[in-house]
């Protein structure tokens, strides 16, 4: 059951290529509906549990029966009783974030924040871990690092993995302006699926470049198998600034999948075909 998209925050043409993905294996998505309602009608083991939703356009409701339901409902920051009030730190009434600056210090100087009750900041384990560290360094050591909340690699262990790092192609078009980046994309063939899923092939890369900034990777995105393994080696070239001319420069391991991404030609602004022939 689907809110209203799916995997909000993450480039949408990635997460619509899972979404595909699953529906063709089997998953059925019902959209722009929330659960109102859940009971359980069958004991046992697996029981059955009747669902009633409500659609988030208007009055539609609808009921199914399932053997399990998971609530994936989010997280909510535990701020609003540890009596941040009492020393004026401003929260999120709503969600209970706290809004801070570039160094993680709140409206009240002397206190900081750090991990998933950020404002506007990514939910990841390595980034909290990452911005403690460097906080503490700057605190203490006379350092000046700042946490980079962008170039962050992550990964959706969806049946068919989708990494990324940096800017979606959404969040690209409004930094920059369509007309300032490039977006290069292909499909490829993973040499374990060559028969097996000849016929059914959705792995996927694609970059996006800075046009005004010698075609700086702002972003990266690749679907398919082992796609944390791969982004997490190309984040440290996006951390460094590579370039699409040193991406193009940078000789493949054949046959990987992350030999995509030395190769890649088409943009998508030429309409050009994205699929591949030969081994």
């Not at 609003?80 to 999120?92: A, C, M, P, S, W």
């Not at 990964?155 to 990494?163: A, C």
Request: glycine share 8%; hydrophobic share 35%; charged share 25%.
């Amino acid at each position: 059951m689907v809110r209203s998209i799916l995997l909000r925050g993450f480039d949408q043409d990635m997460a619509n290529k899972i979404g595909e993905y699953m529906e063709e294996h089997g998953i059925n998505f019902i959209r722009e509906f929330v659960p109102i309602k859940v009971e359980q009608i069958k004991e046992g083991t697996p029981g059955i549990l009747k669902v009633t939703s409500k659609s988030t356009k208007g009055n539609e409701i609808i009921e199914g029966e399932y053997n399990t339901v998971l609530l994936a409902i989010g997280r909510d920051a535990c701020t609003r009783k540890i009596g941040l009030d009492k020393v004026g730190v401003i929260i999120n009434e709503k969600t209970g974030k706290i809004p801070v600056n570039d160094e993680e210090q709140t409206n009240v100087p002397y206190i900081y924040a750090i991990g998933d009750i950020l404002q506007d900041k990514l939910e990841l384990t390595p980034v909290a871990i990452q911005a403690g560290r460097l906080l503490v360094r700057r605190l203490y050591a006379g350092a000046t690092t700042k946490c980079d909340y962008v170039n962050v690699p992550t990964t959706v262990f969806t049946p068919l993995e989708y990494g990324a790092c940096g800017y979606s192609e959404e969040a690209a078009v409004e930094k920059f302006g369509e007309e300032n980046i490039e977006v290069y994309h292909s499909h490829f063939w993973p040499l374990e699926w060559t028969v097996p899923s000849r016929d059914n092939n959705k792995c996927y890369a694609k970059i996006i470049c800075n046009i005004q900034d010698n075609e700086r990777v702002i972003g990266f995105h690749v679907l398919g198998p082992n796609a944390g393994e791969v982004t997490q080696g190309f984040a440290a070239a996006i951390k460094c600034g590579i370039t699409k001319e040193q991406l193009d420069s940078t000789i493949g391991i054949h046959p990987v999948c992350a030999e995509i991404f030395t190769t890649l030609a088409v943009t998508k602004r030429s309409g050009e075909s994205t699929l591949l022939s030969g081994c």
